[in-house]
């Protein structure tokens, strides 16, 4: 759990952070992380009393970004208006604006860098966060029964790749667009399926998507998640309109689409297999 943010900082950086400290003190007021400063020179020197694992260091300084990483530290850029251009090598994130960010930004990088899951939203009954590679061996579970691949892609045959597709899909896909499909657990923590937003090539609006497992259906679940969904999309993503391509056989999906809002908008054809695309 992220505990710190540390700004390491030049003295550039240091006056620029004191003329922001009132909007850095009310970002993380209430929250279980606190904020640090610290000289990038000192740094440099050691890391007594900072803890790996719960912190998140941010440095305007490359030569002290660079040690810092090699000790295995969850580190970030920083620019501010004295370091504009500065280049940043190996960084996977570069902080901009610090008095005007939100608390979920280092929350978020901290998350990425650190492997966890980011919880993406709450239900009356479930909860939906990104998938993790721990995952894999329940989506296998709600992908058992025949019913579930009649209408949709299977995982991989062999888990070990499935796997690794998924250590991929967490680092390109969540990491570059903030979304992706999810996974839906009940609040017990058991998972019972997947739903979330994707990007389809050849298409301009992001697609919803879902699978629910069969011991699971009927209780209206798939309901709930996609509802969740497309309020995530439209107040967090701004997306106006969402797709969805479901097969005519496909009456349950069809179905529910429908309660959702969708309306049918033409026949496509992805594949060699034709859908009926609709929109919200």
């Known amino acids: 759990m992220l505990k710190y943010v540390v700004f390491a900082v030049t003295e550039e950086g240091r006056q620029v952070l004191d003329r922001n400290r009132e909007e850095l003190e009310q970002v993380f007021a209430g929250k279980e992380a606190g904020f640090l400063l610290t000289a990038a020179a000192q740094m440099e020197e050691g890391f007594s009393g900072i803890r790996q694992e719960e912190s998140l260091i941010l440095t305007d300084d490359p030569a002290c970004l660079k040690k810092l990483q090699a000790a295995g530290f969850y580190t970030a850029g920083l620019h501010h208006e004295e370091n504009q251009g500065t280049f940043f090598e190996g960084a996977a994130y570069v902080v ?3 008095g005007e960010i939100g608390f979920s930004v280092y929350d978020e990088i901290y998350r990425r860098l650190a492997g966890l899951p980011l919880m993406v ?3 009356e009954r479930l909860l939906i966060r990104e998938s993790t590679a721990g995952d894999v061996p329940e989506f296998y579970r709600v992908y058992s029964d025949p019913s579930i691949t ?3 892609e299977d995982l991989f045959e062999d888990p070990a790749e499935e796997t690794v597709y998924m250590q991929e899909y967490i680092r390109q896909v969540y990491g570059f667009y ?6 839906v657990q009940l609040r017990s923590g058991e998972v019972i399926g ?8 050849g298409y301009e609006l992001p697609e919803l998507g879902f699978v629910i497992g069969r011991d699971y259906q009927g209780q209206g679940y798939a309901e ?3 509802r969740a969904v497309l309020a995530y999309g439209r107040k967090e993503l701004s997306f106006e309109h969402v797709q969805a391509l479901v097969e005519e056989e496909n009456l349950p999906s069809r179905n529910l ?3 959702l809002g969708f309306l049918f908008v033409k026949k496509v054809n992805e594949k ?3 859908y009926l695309l609709m929109i919200d």
């Open 121 to 123: 939203m709450k239900t």
């Open 178 to 183: 903030g979304y992706g499909i999810w996974t």
């Open 150 to 152: 009649r209408y949709m």
């Open 96 to 98: 901009e604006e610090i």
């Open 224 to 226: 709930e998640a996609c």
């Open 272 to 274: 060699g297999t034709e």
């Open 257 to 259: 689409l429908a309660k």
């Open 194 to 201: 997947r739903a979330g937003l994707s990007v389809r090539e």
